[in-house]
């Protein structure tokens, strides 16, 4: 059976950083690309970051870019969010979720972490 | 930056059929995704590539995709079915969701 499960999440100031995770198992997971998909609080899906199998092609929406770094560790099956300069929009749960490929769906999602962030 | 836009609501009687519509530049010529989302729950992928069903979806969920219009569809639809819907493309190195339809079944 597919897994996701995220960690990490919690409260944190303005301008503070925060690291999730995503531990997969019941799949291959060095095989599957990766992404982030965030959520504010009763608003829709946004797209965050996006990893390839090999972590040679990395992508960022441009409301993260140069502010949070994915990564992962294929050894360990387990993907990575790193989040510097944290902003009160950026407060979501935060899902990994998995895909085939760069244009592909997503077909399994973790159940989310929530991020808050708030002086 | 493309744009995808989705009613933000649709009422749909039980039993009956209800279509989602998800508009976008050209959308016809892209990969259109659907995912239901239940409150407290995560997301799940209910139609792929515009219309291919993944296993455990029920052959009530149908979506097709053409010209500025992608169009999911849900057949005699369920109290279960009430949720909210959100289409997805790619687009120049960006994934991009629509903003969401909650679907009411009366």
């Known amino acids: 059976e597919v897994q996701l499960v995220e960690s990490g999440g919690g409260l944190v100031q303005p301008g503070g950083s925060l690291r999730l995770s995503c531990a997969a198992s019941?799949?291959?997971?060095?095989?599957?690309?990766m992404n982030w998909v965030r959520q504010a609080p009763g608003k829709g899906l946004e797209w965050v970051s996006y990893?390839?199998?090999?972590?040679?092609?990395?992508y960022y929406a441009d409301s993260v870019k140069g502010r949070f770094t994915i990564s992962r560790d294929n050894a360990k099956n387990s993907l990575y969010l790193q989040m510097n300069s944290l902003r009160d929009e950026d407060t979501a749960v935060y899902y990994c979720?998995?895909?085939?490929?760069?244009?592909?769906?997503?077909?399994?999602w973790g159940q989310g972490t929530l991020v808050t962030v708030s002086s | 930056s493309y744009e995808l836009t989705q009613p933000l609501s649709v009422s749909v009687a039980l039993g009956q059929t209800a279509r989602i519509t998800c508009g976008g530049n050209?959308?016809?010529?892209?990969?259109v995704h659907w995912y239901q989302q239940k409150p407290g729950q995560a997301p799940v992928l209910v139609i792929y590539?515009?219309?291919n069903r993944p296993s455990g979806i029920p052959e009530r969920f149908s979506g097709s995709n053409s010209g500025n219009t992608a169009t999911l569809t849900i057949s005699r639809a369920q109290a279960g079915d009430e949720a909210d819907y959100y289409c997805?493309?790619?687009?120049?190195?960006?994934?991009?969701f629509g903003g969401g339809t909650k679907l009411t079944v009366l």
């Open positions: 997805q493309v790619w687009d120049s190195s960006t994934a991009v």
């Open positions: 019941g799949f291959t997971f060095s095989s599957y690309s």
């Open positions: 050209n959308i016809g010529s892209k990969n």
């Open positions: 990893i390839s199998s090999s972590s040679s092609t990395i």
């Open positions: 590539r515009d219309s």
């Open positions: 979720a998995r895909s085939w490929a760069v244009n592909g769906d997503y077909d399994y």
